[in-house]
């Protein structure tokens, strides 16, 4: 984003996208005034939320770690390494795969197999097609790259069941596995009970400062907080992190309900619309891709047009989408959406095809 888009960004008043525009002050504030500091990593305000995460999820253990890339490639070299397999099944858009700079195959050599097709979720047949050994099965919940799809539940607990028949670990890319509870009208605790081990995240859907973390058993937590040390992970005080999270947590969970419900208004609202669709639909989480039937330029011009007149800001631009004549953008439902209304939301999308 060049320096004339944040200025405009800046100067609206209501955005559409997840809680907005967060100044550094606010997340600053989160942070508390009493916090205990960490020492690397151990003691304090860490601790509490490895223990809180740890409970949160129906684990033994919990190990608090700076990003995703680190947390998730740590996690499945430990499932690889107790294994003495290299292979990770997972989805064709699998984050590690397609935004971590190929770091599972050059820091930990691990080997990713994509399983099933891009446009759909990984099913039960695509995974019984694999002979080859594998250490761990990788699912994301839900399919950030899908709109937010989900699995069906029973076809869920096959897939898992199907991966523990052959000996294999199962990691669930819990990026978002809050907006997951909210879809599956079930606890986080719940769904993490099917995985061996669960990475989550706390800037997305909660909002808080960058950082994570990753639960599972005793012994495996072990190895992923040694491997955090080796690769640079365990910085000296770790608390700013921790203390944000662990203060957004309980508020940013009891709102996922009310942000699925918002989703499925907006998709609503948008159904008589024309040259707007809403994938999936119905929204099965609180976040959906949106096509518009317009091209990228003309989007990009009513999206300024409608940070400049109505001080609304949308997407400054939109992705490509498989038909060159059409759009994608991404909608992950926040308190800032929730200040629109349904319709007005809707209106706002109308005007991004005119």
């Known amino acids: 984003m060049d320096d004339e888009t944040r200025l405009r960004r800046a100067a609206c008043s209501e955005f559409l996208i997840g809680d907005g525009l967060v100044h550094p002050g606010d997340l600053l504030a989160t942070i508390g005034q009493d916090v205990i500091p960490d020492v ?18 129906g684990k033994p253990a919990a190990v608090f770690l700076p990003s995703g890339t680190m947390a998730q490639g740590a996690t499945l070299r430990v499932h690889a390494d107790n294994r003495g397999q290299r292979t990770v099944l997972w989805h064709p858009f699998c984050h590690l795969d397609q935004h971590e700079n190929q770091a599972h195959a050059r820091l930990h050599a691990l080997v990713g197999r994509p399983v099933g097709h ?10 019984e097609a694999v002979a080859e050994p594998f250490a761990a099965l990788l699912l994301e919940l839900p399919q950030r ?21 052959r000996g294999a670990a199962v990691h669930l890319d819990g990026a978002r596995l809050w907006e997951a509870s909210a879809g599956y009208g079930r606890q986080p605790a719940e769904i993490a009970a ?10 997305k859907g909660i909002g808080a400062l960058p950082g ?20 640079g992970g365990t910085l000296y005080g770790m608390w700013p992190a921790a203390a944000s999270a662990l203060s957004l947590l309980p508020e940013r969970l009891a709102a ?14 948008v159904a008589g619309l024309s040259g707007v669709r809403v994938v999936p639909d119905p ?60 319709d007005t939301i809707a209106a706002a999308l109308a005007e991004l095809t005119a």
């Not at 690397?40 to 999820?57: K, W």
């Not at 099917?194 to 800037?203: K, W």
């Not at 976040?287 to 047009?305: G, I, K, P, T, W």
């Open 40 to 57: 690397y990593g151990d003691g304090g305000i860490v601790t509490d939320l490895e223990q809180h995460i740890a409970e949160l999820l």
């Open 118 to 127: 891009p446009d759909r979720l990984i099913t039960l047949a695509d995974l």
């Open 145 to 165: 790259d899908l709109g937010g799809e989900l699995p069906d539940w029973d076809e869920l607990t096959s897939q898992v069941e199907w991966a523990r028949g």
């Open 194 to 203: 099917l995985f061996d081990t669960v990475y989550v995240s706390f800037y």
């Open 212 to 231: 994570c973390c990753v639960a599972g058993t005793t012994e495996v937590v072990a190895q992923v907080r040694e491997w955090r040390r080796r690769l």
């Open 256 to 269: 996922m309900p009310d942000n699925l419900e918002h989703t499925r208004a907006i998709a609503r609202a």
């Open 283 to 342: 929204p099965q989480t609180p976040m959906m891709h949106l096509l518009f039937d317009v091209s990228a330029e003309r989007f990009a011009a009513n999206a300024r047009r409608l940070a400049e007149e109505q001080s609304l800001w949308v997407w400054p631009q939109a992705s490509a989408a498989a038909d060159p004549r059409v759009v994608r953008c991404e909608l992950s439902v926040g308190r800032a959406t929730r200040r629109l209304s349904a």
